[in-house]
T-cell receptor
Framework: TQLLEQSPQFLSIQEGENLTVYCNSSSVFSSLQWYRQEPGEGPVLLVTVVTGGEVKKLKRLTFQFGDARKDSSLHITAAQPGDTGLYLCAGGQAGTALIFGKGTTLSVSS | GAVVSQHPSRVICKSGTSVKIECRSLDFQATTMFWYRQFPKQSLMLMATSNEGSKATYEQGVEKDKFLINHASLTLSTLTVTSAHPEDSSFYIC???????????FGEGSWLTVV
C-alpha cells in the first residue's frame, strides 16, 4: 500500500513568515500533485510535478519533486492571510487513484 | 479544462434511508472514476474505484454492500449510501480520470448529513 506522510499537520504563523510543507513516501510516484482546499469545497489543484528534481513556482509558492520521485515540498514565501487553508499532497501512478497525504492545515494571521 | 459535476452538493436524509450521489464528467469520457470520503479536518480517503461496465473495486474497510457504486456509462458514476446512519455523515467527493494518463479532475463534492 502506498502511503504519503505529510508534515506538519498543523501550522500557525504570522503574516510575512515563510513556511515549508513536506510530503514523503517510500514509494515512487509517476506524478505528485499539491492541492489547496477551502472548508466545504473540493480540492483545487495547485501544481503537478512529474520529473525527479523538478521545481515549479506559482507566485509565492515553490514546489519541488525529489530526485527519486518519492518526496516533495511546498514552500510559501511571505505568507498572507489569504494562504490560509488545507494543503494536500497526492501521489499517483498512471491510470490509478490519487493517494492523499493527511494534509497540512495552515493558518496565517495578520 | 475538463469539468466534473457532482450532485447534490448538499443532502440531508433520515437515518435508515438511502441516498444517491451522482458524478458526471461533462466534457470527456471517463472509464474510471474514484470516490473519496472526507471527515472534518481530515484528508481525502479513497473509498473505491469505479470502472465503467464492471464492478467497483473497494478499498479495505469500505463496505461494498453499504456503499453501492454504479458506473453505467462513460460519463456517469453513482454512489448510493444505503441504510444511512449518522456516522456516514461526511463530505463525499468524486474524481474522474481523463484518458489513461495522470489527469484527474475532481467534482465539487457532496455534503451528506444523516439525522
Amino acid at each position: 500500500t502506498q502511503l504519503l506522510e505529510q508534515s506538519p499537520q498543523f501550522l500557525s504563523i504570522q503574516e510575512g513568515e515563510n513556511l515549508t510543507v513536506y510530503c514523503n513516501s517510500s514509494s515512487v510516484f509517476s506524478s505528485l500533485q499539491w492541492y489547496r482546499q477551502e472548508p466545504g469545497e473540493g480540492p483545487v489543484l495547485l501544481v503537478t510535478v512529474v520529473t525527479g528534481g523538478e521545481v515549479k513556482k506559482l507566485k509565492r509558492l515553490t514546489f519541488q519533486f525529489g530526485d527519486a520521485r518519492k518526496d516533495s515540498s511546498l514552500h510559501i514565501t511571505a505568507a498572507q492571510p489569504g494562504d490560509t487553508g488545507l494543503y494536500l499532497c497526492a501521489g499517483g501512478q498512471a491510470g490509478t487513484a490519487l493517494i492523499f497525504g493527511k494534509g497540512t492545515t495552515l493558518s496565517v494571521s495578520s | 479544462g475538463a469539468v466534473v459535476s457532482q450532485h447534490p452538493s448538499r443532502v440531508i436524509c433520515k437515518s435508515g434511508t438511502s441516498v444517491k450521489i451522482e458524478c458526471r464528467s461533462l466534457d470527456f469520457q471517463a472509464t474510471t472514476m474514484f470516490w473519496y470520503r472526507q471527515f472534518p479536518k481530515q484528508s481525502l480517503m479513497l473509498m473505491a474505484t469505479s470502472n465503467e461496465g464492471s464492478k467497483a473495486t473497494y478499498e479495505q474497510g469500505v463496505e461494498k454492500d453499504k456503499f453501492l457504486i454504479n458506473h453505467a456509462s462513460l460519463t456517469l458514476s453513482t454512489l448510493t449510501v444505503t441504510s444511512a446512519h449518522p456516522e456516514d455523515s461526511s463530505f463525499y467527493i468524486c474524481s474522474a480520470l481523463k484518458g489513461y494518463g495522470n489527469t484527474i479532475y475532481f467534482g465539487e463534492g457532496s455534503w451528506l448529513t444523516v439525522v
